[in-house]
């Protein structure tokens, strides 16, 4: 246990449909972020969360859409996605301005169909 | 701009056996920090060390060692006395002294076979 849980652990949906992702952590931390990797691919960083306000949004399409409603609670809402979207979707948290280490979720993996 | 290679994509050794993992990363800052994680197949990636560019001494935790070499922009992770359990994809990471961004390498898949 990291102190950091994703749920659904799997997602399977179609191109038409929302749905959306949920993270929470429970390490006190001030920063969250949700990173996307794909097959074969690094780690690509989505969207970093710092005292509840977006600070970095690394030119991500709009069909996803992060929201951070506390410093506990991180959702990545998902609309109209397409199969290359298909990936384990990771949640991670960070304590201070300049953090130490993240600490990652389980993921959730995204099949699109 | 920020980059971390892992040439080998996979490398499958025998228990006991020692393994190291190759990592190598460009930046243009003098003070950045080092990462190795580690994913098992659980997914959740777990945190095995963090290294500042000021800090050159190589480091030992039990059957883990680091080499880090400014001078080739390395930091290589041996595994001694390698186990089943070792088997997991690891990454190299980097960050720079300010901002929340850390860059990370594309991963090794190491697998340790009985």
């Known amino acids: 246990e990291t102190g950091v849980t994703q749920t659904p652990r799997h997602l399977v949906m179609g191109m038409t449909n929302k749905k959306s992702l949920k993270c929470e952590q429970h390490l006190g931390h001030n920063a969250m972020y949700w990173y996307k990797q794909s097959a074969k691919k690094p780690l690509e960083l989505m969207f970093v969360y710092s005292l509840e306000e977006r600070v970095e949004n690394n030119s991500v399409p709009s069909r996803f859409s992060p929201e951070c409603p506390n410093s506990s609670h991180l959702f990545l809402h998902l609309h109209t996605l397409q199969p290359e979207d298909s990936a384990l979707y990771l949640c991670a948290s960070s304590q201070g301005t300049v953090p130490e280490k993240l600490f990652f979720g389980s993921g959730t993996q995204l099949s699109v169909l | 701009a920020q980059k971390v290679t892992q040439a080998q994509t996979e490398i499958s050794v025998v228990e006991k056996e020692d393994v190291t993992l190759d990592c190598v990363y460009e930046t243009r800052d003098t003070t950045y920090y080092l990462f190795w994680y580690k994913q098992p197949p659980s997914g959740e990636l777990v945190f095995l060390i963090r290294?500042?560019?000021?800090?050159?001494q190589n480091e030992i935790s039990g059957r883990y060692s680091w080499n880090f070499q400014k001078s080739t922009s390395s930091f290589n992770f041996t595994i001694t006395a390698s186990q089943v359990v070792d088997s997991a994809v690891y990454f190299c990471a980097l960050k720079r002294n300010y901002g929340q961004n850390f860059v990370f390498g594309p991963g090794t898949r190491l697998s340790v076979l009985p």
């Open positions: 290294r500042n560019s000021f800090d050159e």
